[in-house]
């Protein structure tokens, strides 16, 4: 079964790299480019991972994951933030709120889709 | 017929390809260059380094440009590429430093053009460092950086798609450089508006980049300037100045054709923030300011620079233009360098020097009192006796601070130069600092087994006064061993015993050598390439 991926983020080239590594590597993928539109495609159909930026226009990053984990119909969701936002005290604020991982931009496409692979892959044995 | 410009491998492999290519036997090429066959084989294995007339002589035989045969512009791009391998951004690729010869012998487009995104990536990041301290209080500027970094963030996982993936589609190949460029446009915009932010507050860090470019305008030069020689030649006539003029004709010159007095200044009464190089030009007054604690080679230098910045501003300005010095800052370094160099060529008539060079055997302190130049002044003019066909010893000129900062770098073919997180500690440049004012010589081995005569001594900044210390910095000259014989300090030395030369590396994380006492930090290179006579590595410090 393959992983599905909902990537929001708001620069449409990181959104198009994004889709076709994930796509090479298996997974299916949609995408939204705001916090709003993000929380909507959630409830509508939720994903196993969501690759999130946290520097979303409308309802940054933060209000998406807090909302999030305040939901119990998505609980077994995965979350990566995906930020260019890489000090120590963002970090420390995204894993309080309960993200699955961190990843800072400029990434490597290894990392990113290692660690998309790997959560969808726990979140599907967890489920 | 095959392309001129490129062979590739080094310099024995490329005469040998060219030699076949153009159908001519070793015998009869070895006869035109007015060498021994035999002589030509060892020289074509890459057993025997060669240089200067010779090497001219087989480039006129196989109808090539000196560049194109020692590739020196190619190895200095190699080194930069290898140097890539080291950014923690792409560290994890492993790429192997040995395959950034193969890009450059078979994609040389490609790989300049890596290595300018990765000069802009590095600027860029230089800004959004020095930038941290601001962004919490400018939103704008948060908001650009922030930008840079998805920028940045599309051009390094575009190229690593380019880079990895083996079965991509024309269009797909077409979308993705697509992504590239606008890309890169989108950051170039980002960049000058952050310098426009910067110049508005507090003054923008400096970029490295324009250091590199004028490295690479004095490389692409071979550190000699025959317009900057015949501009020296020109306003000695013009000025009525002789072969080794003093600082009391010089300033009086100054003063007549520039209007500008130059008068001796107290530290203590200066404002050292004003002053570079130990003296400063007010343009509202006309005076050039130079310290008190200036020694009088500085003083005469220095003097010299006005004049000569002044009567040949056209013909920097020209050198200045070219293609390589891409940043103002990089053109005001040129300007800065050049002036310097023209300066050389006036105080120290070439053909003179050059003459006392080959008479002193190089002889630095001879040629000090001979020349009245610092020791920084005759070792720097020493490097730009190459006018073919009159050409000294080619020397390499380092200078390193204290801290192991090497500020100053005129290279030569096949020597490699002190890697990204600094040289090796075993090259008297650093050693020279245990012994000050003392001259230190070392025969030195590089892995792969170039040999090259280093010398090099500390030079002292006397202290304004009693409050501050005198400050100290390394000058090395490094010549191949072939030529180390015409100089001096091979006196006493066997030249052909390799088992007494140091072994010596670019730097530890560069360097592949096992149970070095000296090794500062891990070699970055693959551990298992690193076994002695393995191919790969030895090839990578050719």
Redesign the interface.
């Known amino acids: 079964m393959a992983t599905q991926v909902l990537i929001a983020e708001d620069?449409p080239?990181?959104v198009?790299?994004l889709t076709?590594?994930l796509e090479?590597a298996g997974c299916r993928t949609s995408a939204v480019f705001d916090g709003a539109k993000a929380l909507e495609q959630l409830r509508a159909a939720p994903p196993d991972v969501l690759v999130l930026d946290l520097?979303l226009p409308g309802c940054d990053g933060y209000e998406v994951l807090k909302t999030v984990r305040g939901d119990p119909r998505l609980s077994g969701l995965r979350v990566i933030m995906l930020t260019?936002?890489g000090q120590e005290k963002d970090r420390r604020l995204a894993e309080s709120l309960g993200v699955d991982a961190f990843i800072t931009?400029?990434?490597?496409?290894?990392?990113l889709v290692d660690c998309v692979t790997r959560l969808g892959a726990a979140g599907a044995r967890a489920g | 017929m095959p392309d001129s410009r490129r062979v590739s491998g080094p310099v024995g492999l490329r005469i040998r390809e060219r030699r076949k290519a153009m159908r001519i036997t070793q015998v009869d090429l070895a006869r035109r260059a007015g060498i021994s066959a035999s002589y030509l084989n060892l020289i074509e294995a890459d057993r025997r380094a060669i240089g200067g007339a010779l090497l001219q002589r087989i480039a006129d035989a196989l109808d090539l440009e000196v560049d194109a045969l020692d590739g020196m512009a190619e190895r200095r791009l190699v080194e930069r590429l290898g140097e890539l391998v080291f950014d923690p951004a792409l560290r994890r690729l492993n790429i192997e430093p040995a395959s950034a010869t193969r890009l450059v012998s078979r994609h040389p487009d490609w790989a300049t053009a890596l290595l300018t995104l990765a000069r802009e990536r590095r600027d860029l990041q230089q800004y959004a460092v020095a930038l941290t301290d601001r962004l919490e209080r400018d939103p704008v500027l948060a908001r650009a950086v922030h930008q840079v970094l998805n920028h940045v963030a599309s051009v390094r996982s575009t190229t690593e798609i380019l880079d990895t993936v083996p079965d991509l589609t024309e269009d797909q190949r077409g979308r993705f450089v697509d992504i590239i460029l606008s890309e890169s446009g989108a950051l170039s915009e980002l960049a000058q508006m952050l310098v426009v932010e910067l110049e508005a507050g507090t003054r923008g860090p400096r970029s490295l980049s324009p250091a590199d470019e004028v490295d690479d305008l004095f490389m692409e030069a071979r550190s000699h300037f025959p317009v900057l020689e015949d501009e020296a030649g020109r306003i000695r006539r013009e000025l009525g100045l002789g072969d080794r003029p003093g600082t009391g004709e010089l300033a009086a010159r100054l003063e007549a054709r520039t209007g500008i007095t130059v008068v001796r200044q107290s530290p203590l009464e200066a404002d050292l923030r004003n002053f570079r190089n130990m003296c400063h030009l007010d343009s509202a007054t006309g005076r050039l300011a130079i310290l008190d604690n200036a020694p009088p080679e500085t003083r005469r230098f220095q003097i010299t620079r006005l004049l000569v910045a002044r009567e040949a501003q056209e013909a920097i300005a020209d050198l200045v233009a070219q293609d390589v010095l891409t940043t103002p800052e990089a053109r005001t370094r040129a300007t800065r360098a050049l002036v310097s160099y023209l300066a050389s060529a006036l105080l120290f008539d070439y053909e003179a020097f050059l003459a006392d060079a080959v008479r002193y055997r190089y002889d630095i302190e001879l040629l000090r009192q001979r020349h009245s130049g610092s020791f920084e002044q005759i070792c720097q003019r020493l490097v730009s006796l190459r006018r073919p066909g009159a050409e000294g010893v080619p020397f390499a000129l380092l200078r390193a601070d204290p801290s192991g900062h090497v500020s100053k770098r005129l290279p030569i073919p096949g020597m490699p130069l002190p890697g990204p997180g600094g040289g090796c500690p075993l090259w008297p440049l650093f050693t020279a600092f245990q012994t000050p004012d003392r001259l230190i010589r070392q025969l030195a081995e590089f892995p792969g087994g170039a040999r090259f005569l280093f010398v090099a001594r500390t030079v002292r900044h006397d202290p304004p006064n009693f409050r501050s210390a005198p400050f100290l910095r390394t000058i090395m000259l490094a010549c191949d061993i072939v030529h180390a014989d015409r100089t001096v300090y091979a006196e006493g030395l066997d030249l052909a015993a390799t088992s007494l030369a140091t072994p010596v590396g670019p730097g530890c994380r560069l360097c592949p050598r096992e149970g070095c006492q000296q090794r500062g930090e891990d070699s970055a290179l693959p551990a298992a390439r690193t076994d002695a006579g393995n191919v790969p590595v030895a090839a990578a410090f050719r």
Not at chain 1, 105 to 111: A, Q
């Open positions: 620069e080239n990181i198009e790299l076709f590594l090479r520097m260019a936002k931009k400029p990434f490597s496409n290894r990392d």
